[in-house]
């Protein structure tokens, strides 16, 4: 534990010239710095490798810098609250996209294209009174 809290300290990076933005899927929230760097990505402190276990998370992550052919030209500090693994890492993406859209503009359409900026407004639907979930029925029996 105290190697990797030494290997944080080293490579802590400074956000104060970065660009800001706010991504949103399902009940996550993923607040983006992004800046001009080498493809460092840090979640809630921890480097994004150790953050997320599965690889479909890693890759998704990683898709805004692969479509624009940038993979290891920016910086990410995220900071994500909510939801799970996958309602985070689908708000870091909408995050990062915008973010990158702040720093240059003529990446729009390529993300757009790939439905990146757009929020995602699937979320759980709510339970109903009388029902055992938000549609399902309880079994009906006629004795």
Known sequence: MEENSKVMEKTKLDFKDSMYATGRRKTSIA???LKKGTGIIFVNGK???DYFTSDTH?????????IIDQAT????RC?????????????MVHGISRALLKFDENF???LRKEKLTTRDSRAVER???GRAKARRSFQFSKR
Do not use: C, S
């Open 47 to 49: 480097n994004f490798q």
């Open 108 to 110: 729009k359409p390529t």
């Open 127 to 129: 339970k109903k009174p």
């Open 31 to 33: 607040k983006i710095w």
């Open 79 to 91: 900071q994500v609250v909510g939801g799970g693994h996958t309602g985070q890492a689908g708000a």
């Open 58 to 66: 890693k890759m998704q992550i990683l898709r805004p810098f692969e």
């Open 73 to 76: 030209q920016y910086d990410v």
